[in-house]
């Protein structure tokens, strides 16, 4: 009998997009999910913190101020995907070292550090993110760094 499921890939990345789709970002909606010996550890998607209104409640000042993408993080009140997996990993006491990410976008260099710091040893993303810092700190750190197709067909 031929294995038609889907690859471990084409299911992280699925339910990576899946995670995304609850964000509450003005701009866009990223998903990120920790992963560990194919079990999921921990996921998050961008938005403000947990009792705090969100940006399309009370607006974004990087929207109002037309900063563009990937800079000037700190004037948004969200945190980012990444940031909110690693946060639900500490609020449960679940470790994280030696795991993977997937994400929907690639990670930002702040996120880029963090992970570095959490011990991720490999991070699969499917839309690019301009953040050449993030790249750069993660090639000097180690860390895989591989483009996956969200389209699950078009992954190799
Ligand atoms: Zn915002
Ligand atoms: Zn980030």
């Known amino acids: 009998m031929i294995d038609s499921r889907p690859s471990w ?4 990345v699925k ?3 899946q995670v995304s789709e609850r964000s ?6 990223v998903g990120a999910i920790l992963v560990r010996d194919k079990r999921i550890l921990a996921t998050g998607y ?4 947990s009792g705090i209104k969100h940006c399309y409640e009370v607006g974004c000042l990087r929207e109002a ?7 000037r993080h700190e004037l948004c ?4 995907a990444e940031q909110n997996a690693l946060i639900q990993a500490a609020l449960y006491g679940v470790a994280v070292k030696g795991a993977s990410i997937y994400c929907t976008h690639q990670p930002c260099a702040l996120c880029a550090k963090m992970l570095i710091n959490a011990g991720i040893v490999e991070i699969f993303y499917a839309e690019g993110y301009p953040d050449p810092l993030a ?6 750190a180690g860390i895989k760094l591989k483009k996956l ?4 067909s078009e992954n190799t």
Do not use: W
């Open 9 to 12: 890939d084409e299911y992280f």
């Open 15 to 17: 339910i990576t997009k």
């Open 24 to 29: 509450t970002c003005l701009r866009r909606k």
């Open 46 to 49: 961008n938005g403000a913190p």
């Open 65 to 71: 101020q037309g900063v563009a993408s990937g800079e």
């Open 77 to 80: 009140r969200g945190l980012h």
């Open 135 to 140: 790249q750069d700190l993660l090639n000097e």
């Open 149 to 152: 197709s969200l389209d699950s």
